[in-house]
Each structure stands twice: as C-alpha cells, then as structure tokens.
C-alpha cells in the first residue's frame, strides 16, 4: 500500500520513518507548499491514504480534498483551526466510508495505556482528580521563531491548541470521562518576537537577520476543569518554562489509588497509595495489563519513545484500511473535532474571564 506523506518538515519525516517501520506501507513524501504535488498524489490510484503533516491553517483543505479523492486520511493535530470546519470532515469522512484519523499519538505510551486499564479495572476507585501540565522551552526568548506563532498558518490559539489538547486528549481518554465545563486563562509574554527572514525548523535556533513581528497566540494558558458533577482538575500548557523539553505531565487520583506519569520518563509510572508503599513500576510487556500490552513491541529493559507511538497509532489506521469491518483503535476525525470544541471554550473562558461550558 502507498501513503503520501504531505509536508516536509519535523512532523512530515516523523510520520514518514513510522510508516516505513511498518513494512508494509510505502511512503511517498510531497512537499507541503507544492500544490501540484499534492494534486497529483490524490489522482494517482496507487495511493491510497493521505497524511497530512502541514501548518495547521491547510489541515481542513487538504482533508478534505483527500477525502473528496477517496482517500483514507491521518491528519495532525489540530485537526483544522475551528469546530465548523473540523465537524465539516467528520461528516464528509462518514459519508465517504473513508478511515479517518486525528493522530494524538501521545495516547500510544505503553504506560499511558496501562493506566487507563487500571481505571477500567477499577484499581484506582472512583475518580476524583485529574492534574498535570505540558512545558515546553523552545520558544522561551524573543528570538525565537516558528510558524505556529503566526495566527494565520497555526490558528487563532498556539499553547492550548498545540500542546494543550495533547494533555486533554489523555486525560479524557484515562478517565473515560468528558470534560464539561472549564476556566481559562491565556498569557502572551512576548508580544512581539524577532522573525527571521529565513525559515527555521520546528525546535532549531534562528539565526541571522530578524524582523520585529507582533503576536496574537499564546505563550501560556492555564485551564481548571470540570467532569462532571464529582471530578476536578487543572493543566497548564506552556512553551516557555526553561529547562522543560517536551514535558506532558498528568497525575490522576481516585478514591483507592493514584497514578502519575512524565512524559520525559515515559517507561515509568507512579503508583501511590494511602496505606502501603507508593510504587514506581518500569516498562514491561509482560507485567503490563492484558489490554496495554499490544502497546509495547519490546521486551522490559528496552525503552520506547516518541517515534514508537506513531508506529502504534498507524499500525492500527492501517489495519482497518486493510479490514473494513475492524473497529477503530485509534483517535478519530470526532476525537479531533471534540478537542476543538475544548479550545473554543478554553478560548471563549479567556475572553469573558468567566467559566464556559463544553459541548458534549
């Protein structure tokens, strides 16, 4: 089977090495900005799914035109800049009988899905409390630069939408359990940034001339929320706390045990308890639940990351490609539109300085 991979950057040649490890898919990379390219992956039969790795304003275009083609789709995340035009490929996606994918990979963690079985399996009790935070660096000075800041190619949010729905996405999906109501607050510490005249990769350092640009997204957001009647939580996205690489921090507490989890130290998962020793348990296929061990390809003592977690997510999309009648083990383009519909009321909340409710 052959994939176009669309776009070039960071995110394009992380996709492209987890669809090679799956040796049976065969990427076919095109340039996010050649519109040609693009037009001549979606006419050529051979291919039959799309990935869509561009800034986040051509993620609604570019879907849809792959869709409209009779392409299956994986798409980044955001899934578009707002819930109209992400609603707009969940209906189109269903009426075409196309696989559809919003890639929050981050849920693909073998410890992350271990926890969630915990839950299921009633070992943390009933839930009362659900916390954390995603912390970045990268764009702690002035002179740094990406195009995510520029609200026309990333959206009208930056921290909640890039990071934040990431932290979001996981807490519903350990949880099982909606947010239904939130406060937020956004912060811009730099209104204006040094934009240099050459583009720069997603994480590098600039270099060379700038230009004195202003900024409309956010830096920082902090957000308290609601699951309903009984359960509470608070998260905090950022892109500038120093020495934070790629931190998603989540810790959730029931009424028989806790949980917490570091994404920098993804092979280990924190267990605490009332009255015995709290636990840190390590990685290992073997001691994991039933349900998360498909997660883990490697043995215990062998660490698996980042890119791992794309592997697992494409796996599985492309295994209901091959078989139309296999259940979707993956987020989808609703769980896409569903985090959209967290931002606009995280959006909403800051601009009234009040609570907001989430849609179910």
Same mark, same amino acid.
């Given at each position: 089977?052959?994939a176009?991979?669309?776009?070039?950057? *960071?995110m394009?040649?992380?996709h492209?090495e987890a669809?090679?490890?799956?040796?049976?898919?065969?990427?076919?990379?095109?340039?996010?900005?050649?519109?040609a390219?693009?037009?001549? $992956?979606?006419?050529?039969?051979?291919?039959?799914?799309?990935?869509i790795?561009?800034?986040?304003?051509?993620?609604?275009?570019?879907?849809?035109?792959?869709?409209?083609?009779?392409?299956?789709?994986?798409?980044?995340?955001p899934?578009?800049?707002?819930?109209a035009?992400a609603r707009?490929l969940v209906?189109?996606?269903?009426?075409?009988?196309?696989?559809?994918?919003?890639c929050?990979?981050?849920?693909y963690?073998?410890m992350?899905q271990?926890?969630?079985?915990?839950?299921?399996?009633?070992?943390?009790?009933?839930?009362?409390?659900?916390?954390?935070? =995603?912390?970045? #660096?990268?764009?702690?000075?002035d002179?740094?630069?990406?195009?995510?800041? #520029?609200s026309?190619?990333?959206?009208?949010?930056?921290?909640?939408?890039?990071i934040?729905?990431?932290?979001?996405?996981?807490?519903?999906?350990v949880?099982?359990?909606r947010?239904?109501?939130l406060?937020?607050?956004?912060?811009?510490?730099?209104?204006?940034?040094?934009k240099?005249k050459?583009a720069?990769? $997603?994480?590098a350092?600039?270099?060379?001339? =700038?230009?004195?640009? $202003?900024?409309?997204?956010?830096?920082?957001?902090?957000?308290?929320?609601?699951?309903?009647?009984?359960?509470?939580?608070a998260?905090?996205a950022?892109?500038?706390?120093?020495g934070?690489?790629?931190?998603?921090s989540?810790?959730?507490?029931?009424?028989?045990?806790?949980?917490?989890?570091d994404?920098?130290r993804?092979?280990?998962?924190?267990?605490?308890?009332?009255?015995?020793n709290?636990?840190v348990?390590?990685?290992?296929?073997?001691?994991?639940?039933?349900? $998360?061990?498909?997660y883990?390809?490697l043995?215990?003592?062998?660490?698996?990351?980042?890119?791992?977690?794309?592997k697992?997510?494409?796996?599985? *999309? =492309?295994v209901?490609?091959?078989?139309p009648?296999?259940?979707?083990?993956?987020p989808?383009?609703?769980d896409?539109?569903?985090?959209?519909?967290?931002l606009?009321a995280?959006?909403?909340?800051?601009?009234?300085h009040?609570?907001a409710?989430?849609?179910?």
């Amino acid at each position: 089977m052959k994939a176009a991979i669309v776009g070039s950057g *960071f995110m394009g040649r992380v996709h492209a090495e987890a669809v090679r490890r799956l040796g049976s898919v065969e990427p076919i990379a095109v340039g996010g900005r050649d519109e040609a390219a693009f037009r001549a $992956a979606l006419a050529n039969p051979g291919i039959k799914s799309v990935h869509i790795c561009t800034p986040n304003a051509a993620h609604f275009p570019m879907a849809k035109a792959a869709l409209e083609a009779g392409k299956h789709v994986l798409c980044e995340k955001p899934l578009a800049t707002s819930p109209a035009d992400a609603r707009a490929l969940v209906d189109l996606a269903r009426a075409k009988n196309l696989r559809n994918c919003t890639c929050h990979n981050l849920r693909y963690y073998p410890m992350v899905q271990h926890m969630r079985r915990m839950r299921e399996d009633g070992d943390l009790g009933e839930i009362l409390v659900v916390q954390g935070t =995603y912390s970045q #660096d990268w764009l702690l000075y002035d002179t740094d630069w990406n195009w995510r800041i #520029d609200s026309k190619e990333g959206g009208p949010s930056r921290a909640l939408a890039d990071i934040g729905s990431h932290f979001c996405d996981m807490a519903e999906h350990v949880t099982g359990q909606r947010i239904t109501s939130l406060c937020a607050d956004l912060q811009t510490f730099h209104k204006k940034r040094q934009k240099p005249k050459v583009a720069v990769e $997603a994480f590098a350092r600039a270099t060379g001339d =700038y230009e004195t640009v $202003a900024v409309e997204s956010e830096d920082f957001g902090a957000v308290m929320f609601r699951m309903g009647d009984r359960v509470r939580g608070a998260f905090t996205a950022s892109q500038v706390s120093a020495g934070r690489k790629n931190r998603l921090s989540i810790e959730i507490y029931g009424s028989k045990s806790g949980v917490a989890w570091d994404q920098e130290r993804p092979d280990e998962l924190w267990i605490g308890n009332r009255n015995t020793n709290n636990q840190v348990i390590i990685k290992d296929p073997g001691l994991l639940k039933e349900g $998360a061990r498909s997660y883990a390809d490697l043995p215990g003592g062998h660490s698996e990351g980042y890119d791992d977690t794309f592997k697992q997510v494409f796996r599985r *999309f =492309y295994v209901s490609i091959e078989d139309p009648s296999a259940e979707p083990e993956y987020p989808e383009f609703a769980d896409g539109l569903r985090q959209l519909v967290i931002l606009d009321a995280e959006l909403e909340s800051h601009r009234r300085h009040g609570w907001a409710d989430v849609p179910r």
